[in-house]
């Protein structure tokens, strides 16, 4: 590869950001080879998108940049029996995730560029946000940089997905990891239900009706974050009423608390000692027994069931899943999520 050419590119792995990725690539000019299992869920999908398909080993052995876009939990496996015998000498790997390589689980060959290029927000948006003309805000990394141009290639795949729009970030693979595993524990994810579900068995266990609990704790919640992801808490301030803004301010710290912030700090210092990610290795390796058994308690919570019944009357959330909805404002800019 020349240093004007574009790289050649080697996605291995078709989910939500995979695709997204490909098709973004694809469409900025890149040479872009799918690898993917024979036979797999997701093979058809990449051909029916007018990729070339070939086997991970195959796929990793003509990129100059490989990017291993699976689930962390298959990606040790996948780099220690494909990629690592099959990438060429020099070669860029890059991750969207620091998760296996800031924890140790994989160790790159000594000879590779190592870069991460982590878009903050889901595959359909991504693509979504390419397709307009925007895209969403990304970080990158470098872990190695052995050819002395991992950061422009870090960066030509950033600006080849969108990322580079709206001005990426240069982080480490340990900050990317840290803070991403933090706000999905902490606010995002584990943080955002439990206080839904709080909520909603406070109002109900008082008598409230479960629909009027459902209004008030989950479904105006996305007028909220709505709000925030337009403008920060300034633009929630400006349209929400003076009644509601007195009850924030005063009430709001009974629910986050001197005691919620040293949870918090707790959820962080097992993240940086790497007490989470020896808990989650460990469980997927003992065949996920007790994360399936949480997830099927969050899934039958009854606030799902209210749910359910309730959004069946809301006709334009069938229409919004089958057309992704756009931004609420035009000058909306994405801002984070969930990994």
Known sequence: MTSTAKPKIAIIGYGSQGRAHALNLRDSGFDVTIGLRPGGPTELKAK????????????????????????????????????????????????????????????????????????????????????????????????????????????????GIGGARQNAIRTTFKEETETDLFGEQAVLCGGATRLVQAGWETLVEAGYQPEVAYYECLHE?????????????????????????????????????????????????????GTFARQWIAEYAAGNANYKAMKQADLDHPIEAIGKKLRANMKWLASSQAQPAKPATAEAQPQSEAA
């Open 48 to 159: 029916a998108d007018g990729f070339t398909v070939k086997a991970p080993a195959d796929a990793a052995r003509d990129g100059d940049i490989v990017a291993i876009l699976t689930p962390d939990m298959v990606q040790p496996q996948l780099y220690g029996e494909v990629i690592e015998p099959n990438i060429r000498q020099g070669a860029c790997l890059l991750f969207a995730h620091g998760f296996n390589v800031h924890y140790g689980q994989i160790t790159p060959r000594d000879d590779l560029d190592v870069v991460l290029v982590a878009p903050k927000g889901p595959g359909a948006l991504v693509r979504r946000e390419y397709e307009i003309g925007r895209g969403v805000p990304s970080v990158y990394a470098i872990h190695q940089d052995r050819s002395g141009q991992a950061e422009h290639l870090a960066l030509a795949y950033c600006a």
């Open 221 to 273: 919640l996305k007028l909220i974050v709505d709000l925030f992801y337009e403008g920060g808490i300034t633009r929630m301030h400006e349209f929400i009423s003076e009644t509601a803004q007195y009850g924030a301010l005063t009430r709001g710290d009974y629910i986050v608390d001197a005691n919620t912030r040293a949870q918090m700090k707790q959820v962080l210092a097992e993240i940086q000692d």
